[in-house]
């Protein structure tokens, strides 16, 4: 794979939710590709969104490149760890990056330093697709709508709390506290499986997460996913897309 040059925003909409490696690949059009089974870093952990998605990819890539592909989850620092690995990896087209807006576009702005450049240390290879996000509370939490949401967390300042585990989570409570002028305390995680457990167990009162990991209890009735009515249009619907 030769090195392809993207413009800046262009690359950070791909990094949405894509697959990158190292920049400076040098793998030539007429060697052979894969010699070796390939690794894809995810930048946060089993069960993730993330995961889950590498996981199926994974499944379909090894069978079209007739090779193993091993899949390793290195969650932290809002994946600047995950993109620090790959960046450092050889570039020989045998180590990717299932990368998303945290460690390419987020956490750039978010962390204090990073060991990497998010557009000259890599090459995107392909898009894979957007999230759904959603606001889940613990099932105790009385309410079924972001409008009901912020009137109780104004009738009751500091008593709620939320969990994040990426930095789409963190921007996204930030946004809300902010906007509706409520008073919720943040617990970040370093992926978004220990901050639903967290809420099962009544420690937090709710999450703002992707779709995948939180449906299976909004099924179950463990989780409660907020509704966002029109009455506040900077929220999507959320229980509606399962």
């Known amino acids: 794979m030769t090195n392809v040059k993207f413009p800046r925003r262009q690359f950070l ?12 690949s040098r793998v030539a059009r007429a060697q052979a590709f894969p010699t070796k089974p390939v690794n894809i870093i995810v930048p946060f952990g089993p069960g993730s969104g993330t995961d889950t998605l590498t996981r199926i990819i994974a499944q379909h890539l090894g069978i079209a490149l007739k090779q193993t592909i091993v899949i390793e989850n290195k969650a932290g620092a809002n994946g600047a760890i995950a993109a620090t690995q790959v960046a450092r990896s050889q ?14 576009s ?35 939490v009385p309410v079924a709508s972001i409008p009901e949401l912020i009137a109780y967390a104004k009738a009751n300042p500091g008593r709620l709390s939320y969990g994040s585990g990426n930095t789409s989570g963190i921007v996204a409570g930030e946004t809300l506290k902010r906007r509706a002028g409520i008073d919720i305390l943040h617990v970040p995680y370093k992926t978004v499986p220990l901050a ?10 709710m999450v703002l997460s992707d779709l995948t990991p939180s449906l299976p209890h909004i099924r179950a009735g463990t989780l409660r996913g907020c509704n966002a009515a029109r009455s506040f249009p900077m929220c999507r619907p959320c229980t ?3």
Not at 108 to 136: C, E, H, M, Q, W
């Open 196 to 205: 639903i457990s967290d809420v099962l167990g009544e420690r937090v009162s």
């Open 106 to 140: 987020a956490a750039p702005s978010l962390n204090k330093t990073i060991a990497y450049d998010p557009v000259k240390d890599f090459v995107p290879v392909t898009r894979v697709g957007s999230y759904t996000f959603v606001v889940a509370v613990h099932r105790t």
């Open 240 to 242: 509606s897309q399962a």
């Open 13 to 24: 909409h791909l990094a949405a939710g894509a697959a990158a490696m190292p920049a400076a």
């Open 91 to 104: 570039p020989d087209g045998h180590t990717l990056l299932m990368t998303t807006n945290s460690p390419h």
